[in-house]
């Protein structure tokens, strides 16, 4: 008669079967034969095999690292004999950093993770450490090298990187299979219930297989194998009503975040022979990869493993997912930058692979913004799959099989697994995780468990796929299918269409809203490059110049890469910064030069009497500051001018207030503005202070500052000095502020506009704070306005639920407004993303100085602008997202002025384009026209310069639609975009 345990009791005998397992069981898989020697080449930066092979190794000290800095690379020679059965050969190869072993010729074989490398045990072990040498010894010499990186999985330094162990070991087949079923049962019993029906079962026989170990019976193995196929062969009881998981494996890959992009390069060459290895050793196992840009990585490194991938990928093993170029951030990035991210993604897997895929794939990105399904759709895809809703801090989302809106009405179907990881073990626990999320409604769909060890690559391991094949419907566990496919997984969601939730409008991340802000120069040059490509193209399509193409594809695919989700938002370390800052600056060359010869008299600086184009498709002005001058230009649609109003005559002003003809503004003696009233109401717009530059406490990391940053009393930089220079009608405010050891000179710029401008040259040395912009305003309204990309969405300024509270820190692309339909205050920005608008509040975050993933994020210079804009009626009445538009605008500059044959000229202020550009590899012009203020619109053709041209309705990839322009009326909903493609 057996003992029926207690709690206690169970739990301790739990924990005496792992520790058996790990103790006993463990380490008569691999036992140990000899070690083999080792020397070391070690270099700043990697080194080629052809070049490596002509140099000289040292021997390496025992205890003595290997590396001296992070991400140092070396080359390992490994070399000694080999005298066991060769089936039964492997090699054990751990030397606390990252590793590729090639083969005689250079080509790559396996890579190899140590297992000290930073990650979440819960999700599986890292460490990838054994590799069988069966075709890799001649003779019984073994003559190894191995391509090694001074960093863990994760970008860490672990056990002062030296040598854990390189030996020849011998392996016990039967061992493993024990120790891969028993670490599954006994995983199983640590989460199962005492209530269970399968429990009495599953204890008993995880206990017997234990002290057959433990107490060295006689034939334990065969005991054991006996033990545990009785325990497989108890299924789960009414399995059909129960969800069934596809598992694919995955290898999510950062192309940078806790190291830089160049290890990012070898990181996926590393991953990809993992995969390919496991391809050849299990018949199920089923791998799914994204982002081009990796693929594209591992080509240009071996030629070989990208047919090997083209290979497998025909034959169904590997399968291609995300027709993104990169997993992309969706909140900065700007709107046209999104569909080139289609565009390249999508054509990328069409020019290699023959096809595109159905599926945007974004596990990790720190947000959704509302108009996504109308890009996905755009961008040839009806599905879409993330994780990063569960890392919600305050309210769980509500679905996970369900329908998504966007704001234009545009629907995809969305699925995010429900265990809320993209790094699954493939473990009873996976299964659990995942059965405790999904809601009763939710029963009858089935899952993806995406499994493998990610963020740093790698990929699954031998243990994952082992795993997974033993939860097949056992002692009370769902059914998972090993070799189904993603595209399979939707097209069976698909099915049930017509009973899936729909959820509307923007997916709001409540968490990583730090993101908004962190590495404001590098947000900075993402606009000024994305902006600049853009007049770039329009030039180049206006003079009909076609021969640029190849190379602006090449910069706006390096672009995107820097748009990749830990890069662009600010949560990557301290050397990807420093090396994109050296990335724009290189792209911005490359900008000039094309510019230079499209335009012979291009100017890159201003100087007064030059001619500025105005590719808007509205009027728009210009402020320039030329030495003790202000020059304002007013230009016209689509056209050149050189004529401006200058503003020289400075004199010192002596009073705080300063009148227009719109305003009277007064300062007081902190530096901050009192009031702005605003003549046509007679009423002042303040409730209390504008532009107070508030410093406060920042305890986050780049990702995140928590909700609780406003209990803290708010600290206002202090003003030290104050000039007032009037130029005729126009006033410039320049003010010296301080805090601790950071200094902001501020400039603030007042004429006869509706528009404040304010520019900062801000020297930072004070990590753990962050600097914000504050108005407190005095209209009275529920709602903000915020820009998005192609449109606009409402958000709430209050606290009156939790949803609305999570929203601490919102997202805006250029502008948020403030307007009760009779006057209004738009807060518009240049890169700087993350706004504070509850109650009373406007408010811009300028500088997040955080100290992680970044050593001393946003220290140092920076030089950046923003405006309130003060208006009558609502934003659409007021044109605001116009006033934005060009505020956020250069124009092109020449000394002369230039012949344009073919300007885009549209005729109708509620259209705007996005780009205006050559086909991809194709005869013909592209143009991206779509409505942003939610609006049914009706273009009138012959009103603009395509009358009487060839017009093609085409989506992002630039391939026809089923639904064409009839007529000379093209009509918009709202929100929607169209792309013509003109030939």
């Not at 008993?204 to 009785?230: M, P, Q, T, Y």
Request: glycine content about 6%; aromatic content about 14%.
């Amino acid at each position: 008669m057996r003992f029926k345990p207690n709690y206690a009791a169970t739990k301790e005998a739990i924990i005496d079967s792992r520790n058996i397992y790990n103790c006993i069981m463990l380490p008569l898989v691999y036992t140990k034969i000899r070690d083999l020697d080792y020397e070391v080449l070690c270099s700043k930066e990697p080194i080629t095999f052809s070049k490596m092979k002509k140099m000289k190794f040292k021997k390496l000290a025992k205890n003595k690292p290997f590396g001296k800095e992070l991400f140092d690379c070396a080359w390992f020679h490994v070399t000694g004999t080999c005298d066991v059965n060769i089936d039964e050969a492997y090699l054990a190869f751990d030397i606390n950093g990252e590793a590729l072993l090639v083969d005689k010729n250079g080509a790559p074989v396996k890579g190899f993770t140590n297992k000290s490398s930073v990650f979440d045990r819960a999700l599986g072990e890292p460490g990838k450490t054994y590799y069988p040498l069966k075709g890799l010894v001649e003779d019984n010499k073994i003559d190894l090298y191995f391509d090694c990186g001074y960093n863990d999985l994760f970008g860490n330094i672990q056990n002062d990187g030296k040598v854990e162990y390189i030996s020849l070991v011998k392996k016990d087949f039967v061992m493993e299979k024990i120790c891969y079923d028993f670490d599954f049962l006994l995983k199983l019993l640590k989460i199962m219930e005492f209530k269970n029906n399968y429990f009495d079962t599953l204890y008993n026989g995880v206990i017997a297989i234990r002290d057959l170990f433990w107490f060295d019976v006689k034939d334990k193995e065969e005991k054991a194998l006996k033990i545990i196929s009785d325990l497989f062969s108890v299924k789960t009881k009414n399995i059909e009503k129960l969800p069934t998981f596809y598992g694919v494996g995955h290898a999510h890959l950062d192309l940078a975040w806790l190291w830089p992009i160049r290890e990012s390069k070898r990181k996926i060459v590393r991953t990809m022979t993992n995969v390919y290895y496991l391809i050849e050793k299990y018949n199920n196992f089923h791998y799914v990869i994204s982002q081009p840009q990796q693929i594209e990585w591992l080509k240009e490194q071996s030629p070989l493993m990208f047919e090997k991938l083209k290979s497998y990928e025909k034959s169904g093993r590997i399968e291609l997912v995300g027709g993104a170029f990169v997993e992309f951030d969706t909140n900065v990035s700007g709107e046209e930058q999104l569909a080139r991210q289609m565009l390249y993604g999508q054509k990328y897997y069409l020019e290699n692979f023959g096809h595109y895929v159905n599926n945007l794939w974004l596990p990790d990105t720190f947000g959704y913004n509302g108009n996504l399904p109308q890009l996905i759709k755009q961008g040839g895809m009806k599905y879409f799959m993330t994780i990063k809703t569960a890392r919600n801090r305050f309210n769980d989302f509500p679905y996970h099989h369900f329908i998504w809106e966007g704001i234009d009405k545009s629907k995809v179907i969305a699925h995010i697994p429900p265990e809320g990881t993209y790094n699954s073990e493939a473990s009873p626990k996976s299964i659990y995780d995942a059965m405790s999320h999904v809601s009763k409604s939710e029963m009858k769909y089935d899952s993806l468990m995406i499994y493998g060890i990610g963020d740093g690559g790698g990929g699954p391991g031998e243990e994952h796929v082992e795993k997974l094949h033993r939860l097949n419907g056992t002692l009370g566990l769902n059914k998972v299918e090993s070799n189904k496919s993603v595209d399979s997984y939707f097209v069976n969601l698909e099915k049930h269409k017509e009973s899936l939730p729909i959820y509307k409008g923007e997916i709001y991340l409540e968490n990583h809203c730090g993101t908004y802000t962190s590495q404001s120069l590098n947000k900075q040059y993402d606009r000024y490059i994305s902006e600049k490509i853009k007049r770039l193209e329009y030039i180049l399509s206006a003079k009909g110049i076609n021969r640029f193409e190849d190379e602006i594809n090449e910069l706006y695919r390096r672009v995107l890469l820097l748009e990749f989700h830990d890069i662009l938002p600010g949560s990557s370390i301290k050397r990807v910064y420093e090396e994109s800052k050296i990335e724009y600056e290189n792209i911005d060359k490359k900008l000039n030069q094309i510019f230079k010869k499209a335009i012979k008299t291009y100017c890159c600086d201003y100087k007064p009497g030059y001619y500025l184009y105005n590719h808007l498709s509205y009027k728009a002005n210009k402020l320039i500051k030329y030495n003790d001058s202000y020059y304002l230009y007013n230009l016209n649609p689509n056209s050149w001018t050189n004529d401006y109003k200058e503003y020289s005559n400075k004199e010192i002003y002596n009073s705080n207030i300063i009148n227009t003809n719109l305003f009277e503004i007064k300062f007081n003696q902190l530096g901050y503005i009192d009031e702005i009233i605003y003549k046509k109401t007679n009423k002042n717009i303040l409730l209390n202070n504008g532009n107070k530059l508030i410093v406060l406490r920042d305890h986050g990391d780049a990702w995140t500052f928590k909700e609780n940053y406003r209990n803290q009393d708010e600290v206002l930089m202090k003003l030290t000095e104050r000039e007032i220079y009037k130029y005729d009608n126009l006033y410039e405010v320049i003010s010296k502020y301080s805090f601790k050891e950071s200094t902001v000179v501020e400039t603030i710029i007042i004429d006869d506009s509706n528009l404040i401008r304010f520019k900062h040259e801000v020297d930072w040395h004070n990590v753990g704070y962050m600097l914000k912009s504050n108005f407190d305003l005095s209209i009275k309204t529920n709602k903000a306005v915020c820009d998005i990309q192609f449109g606009k969405i409402n958000r709430s300024r209050k606290n009156d639920t939790l949803v609305h509270k999570a929203q601490y820190e919102i997202c805006a692309q250029q502008y948020v407004d403030i307007n009760d339909k009779k006057v209004g205050v738009a807060l518009i920005n240049k890169a700087k993303n993350g706004y504070y608008v509850k109650d009373n509040n406007l408010e811009l975050t300028l500088l997040r100085s955080t100290n992680y993933p970044c050593k001393e994020g946003d220290y140092g210079h920076h030089t950046y602008v923003y405006a309130l804009y003060i208006h009558d009626g609502d934003d659409n009445k007021a044109k605001v997202d116009k006033v934005a538009y060009i505020f956020n605008s250069d124009f092109v500059m020449s000394s002369k002025e230039i012949m344009l044959k073919n300007p885009l000229i549209l005729n109708n202020e509620l259209i705007e384009y996005s780009c205006y550009k050559k086909k991809y590899k194709d005869d013909g012009l592209i143009v991206r026209l779509y409505e942003r203020n939610g609006k049914n619109v009706k273009l009138d053709l012959t009103n603009t310069s395509l009358k009487n041209k060839h017009l093609t309705l085409v989506n992002f990839l630039e391939e026809p639609l089923s639904e064409q322009i009839d007529g000379d009326i093209l009509e918009f909903k709202p929100f929607e975009v169209k792309t013509i493609w003109i030939y």
